[in-house]
């Protein structure tokens, strides 16, 4: 069984940049590929971006595409999401997520297996 614990949200403004940390226990990390998603209200769940624990092979949802950056560290059992110059759509809460089995990218949330309780994101205009 897969624990994840994001942290790292808050409101913020504009242009601003801010780092979500997403701490994993309890599996065997090689064998899971990690994600981030996310979810404004009244809208459904949206793929931000994703990564493979074992190789680093990384896609991104095209509206964040250049802007955020997801990545992995094996040592400390965590995954990041570098969210840089923040706009008000990026307002959500966002969730980290974990696919155990077939080591492959998906956009997918029904594929993930497990999901953190979410950390909220406000960006002011």
């Known amino acids: 069984q897969v624990q994840l614990v994001e942290s790292g949200g808050g409101l913020v403004q504009t242009g601003d940049s801010l780092r979500l940390s997403c701490a994993v226990s309890?599996?065997?990390?090689?064998?899971?590929?990690m994600a981030w998603f996310r979810q404004a209200p009244g809208k459904e769940r949206e793929f931000v971006a994703s990564?493979?624990?074992?190789?680093?092979?990384?896609d991104y949802g095209d509206s964040v595409q250049g802007r955020f950056t997801i990545s992995r560290d094996k040592a400390r059992n965590q995954v990041y999401l570098q969210m840089n110059n923040l706009k008000p759509e990026d307002t959500a809460v966002y969730y980290c997520?974990?696919?155990?089995?077939?080591?492959?990218?998906?956009?997918?949330?029904?594929?993930?297996?497990?999901w953190g309780q979410g950390t909220q994101i406000t960006v002011s205009s």
């Open positions: 997520a974990a696919k155990r089995g077939v080591i492959y990218l998906s956009v997918v949330p029904g594929d993930y297996d497990y």
């Open positions: 309890g599996g065997i990390l090689n064998l899971y590929t």
């Open positions: 990564i493979t624990w074992p190789g680093g092979s990384v």
